[in-house]
């Protein structure tokens, strides 16, 4: 049990991250009601205050991210599904213990 707690802190560490690296993943999770022109508004905003710092770059940048998004979307629901039959698999386990258990000290 200590080392899914552990784990677990592990990914939070490593997932944090994704809260700034991204406008859009922001504001996807956090916001998922929110209308397709607002989401629009925000990531033009975005590109208008980094291509004052960057320049040009920041429109490869913005190509990237977008390119990208697709192979993340599929990504992320392959790990979903996964996840999925994880906790099916973890739960059998757990259950098949507590039964060992239950038999050694009762």
């Known amino acids: 049990m200590v080392a899914n707690d552990t784990q677990r802190m592990q990914e939070v560490i490593y997932y944090i991250h994704f809260l ?38 920041a429109l490869a940048g913005f190509v990237v991210l977008f390119a990208l998004m697709p192979i993340g979307l599929w990504m992320s629901r392959k790990t979903d599904s996964l996840r999925k039959k994880l906790i099916g698999i973890t739960d059998e386990r757990v259950g098949v213990k507590n039964y060992l258990l239950c038999l050694l000290f009762f």
């Open 20 to 57: 700034w690296a991204t406008p859009y993943l922001l504001t996807g999770e956090c916001f998922p009601s929110l209308p397709l022109h607002l989401y629009m508004v925000f990531l033009s905003v975005c590109f208008i205050l980094l291509y004052r710092v960057v320049g040009l770059a």
